[in-house]
């Protein structure tokens, strides 16, 4: 399985944003379904991003509460999986999570993921909080 670790999050003003950056140890380019995911407390862990990773993917699948705000990206060369989050509103305010999993592109889906959460790659999250 391949390794992440999660950096990026803290504590930011309403209307601010932040780029979240996931480090992936194994080659993140062949065929991952990878994604972003938050926990806030006392509700259960919800999509935010997620897309495939491999050659010529392009889906892209966004959380409704984050559409037009947020922005998943991959940094293939560096290994790396970003999230760009803009005009961040308190109801942002969670745990955020990289995950990667291999699976075929037309399977890749943030339900995908959470479905097999056991057989994926998680990172240990990062602390986004919106005051």
């Known amino acids: 399985q391949v390794q992440l670790v999660e950096s990026g999050g803290a504590s930011v003003q309403a209307g601010g944003s932040l780029r979240l950056s996931c480090a992936a140890s194994?080659?993140?380019?062949?065929?991952?379904?990878m994604g972003w995911f938050r926990q806030a407390p006392g509700k259960e862990r919800e999509g935010v991003a997620a897309?495939?990773?491999?050659?010529?993917?392009?889906?892209?699948y966004y959380g409704d509460s984050v559409k037009g705000r947020f922005t998943i990206s991959q940094d293939s060369p560096k290994n790396t999986l970003s999230l760009t989050a803009s005009s961040l509103q308190p109801e942002d305010t969670a745990m955020y999570y990289c995950?990667?999993?291999?699976?075929?592109?037309?399977?890749?889906?943030?339900?995908?993921?959470?479905?097999?959460?056991?057989?994926?790659?998680w990172g240990q999250g990062t602390q986004v909080t919106v005051s």
């Open positions: 897309m495939y990773t491999g050659f010529g993917g392009g889906n892209i």
């Open positions: 995950a990667a999993g291999k699976a075929a592109e037309s399977k890749c889906s943030m339900g995908w993921v959470l479905r097999n959460w056991r057989e994926v790659s």
């Open positions: 194994g080659n993140i380019a062949s065929s991952y379904c």
